[in-house]
């Protein structure tokens, strides 16, 4: 959780194109357009609610790995499911799933999107004494990113994207102790060692924690140690055509220039490779 904490400025979005794009024509007097829901949005994080705590190894986790993963298969191009179980410092074996799911997999050009959708086991950081041993219920953690990339989903389907585009699931990332690699990011490790033949997608973001009721987006400091993020491009091209100005829909980025090697091996996740040529 503090981890995502600080993820949650990792973030981009498709979001913040989308109502780019919508303010755009409301600015010509056109019709608005949102090709992304909110409100059905919405109910995928409820839906994912009703299967109660999504820990690795309960019957919760295991519902809600099946129901994505249906879900997912019902609007992408192609689904991969990566199954794993590692083991925690502690001697846990862990059943874990990730899921890949890809719009014009065939297309060079790529962009990825990723979310966790597992949840934590205990409340460790609430300022409640008496929650501190229960598991994360997950709606903001956990399940709001999950509903973005499922509404993006919803819109990629109804209308193919121009590029490929694909969307990342990834489970273990919460289950335990930030400071124990074995316990943490087990998703996003495991991915980043088992990448797709030549995969090197233009850039990457991840969501999480994109629920909360006062939303705030800080750029990631990953970002800049890295190279131009995602993000100022988006804001580049959305002043030219408006101001760019603060929006719950518009959600922030990451971008990391970063070998596959160093992928694999670093404590933070995540990808983000090949800056297109320049
Ligand atoms: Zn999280």
Redesign the pocket.
């Known amino acids: 959780?503090r981890?995502?904490v600080v993820?949650?400025a990792w973030c981009v979005g498709i979001a913040f194109v989308l109502a780019c794009q919508a303010r755009a024509g409301a600015g010509n007097g056109a019709k608005t357009t949102r090709e992304f829901n909110g409100q059905t949005a919405f109910t995928y994080i409820e839906q994912q609610m009703a299967f109660g705590p999504r820990v690795p190894n309960t019957p919760g986790h295991d519902k809600m790995g099946d129901w994505l993963a249906a879900q997912l298969r019902q609007r992408a191009d192609t689904v991969i499911v990566q199954t794993f179980t590692p083991k925690t410092s502690k001697g846990v074996t862990l059943r874990l799933r990730n899921f890949f799911a890809r719009f014009r997999p065939e297309a060079t050009d790529r962009v990825l999107f990723l979310a966790?959708w597992?949840?934590?086991p205990k409340a460790d950081k609430s300022a409640n004494l008496g929650q501190q041993q229960l598991p994360v219920p997950?709606a903001n953690?956990?399940a709001s990113?999950v509903a973005v990339l499922l509404g993006v989903a919803d819109a990629l389907k109804a209308r193919a994207p121009g590029i490929g585009v694909d969307l990342l699931f990834v489970d273990g990332?919460?289950y335990g102790d930030f400071n124990d690699s074995t316990e943490t990011l087990l998703g996003a490790r495991y991915f980043a060692a088992h990448l797709p033949a030549g995969y090197t997608p233009l850039f990457a973001v991840l969501f999480?924690?994109v629920g909360d009721k006062d939303l705030q987006f800080l750029q990631e400091g990953w970002c800049s140690e890295y190279g131009r993020s995602p993000t100022s491009s988006v804001t580049d091209r959305c002043s030219r055509r408006e101001p760019a100005r603060p929006s719950p829909t518009i959600m922030c980025h990451c971008s990391r220039r970063v070998s596959t090697r160093s992928m694999s091996s670093t404590s933070h996740f995540r990808i983000i490779t090949r800056p297109k040529t320049q």
Do not use: N
């Open positions: 959780m981890r995502c993820r949650r966790h597992d949840t934590r997950g953690d956990g990113g990332e919460d999480d924690m």
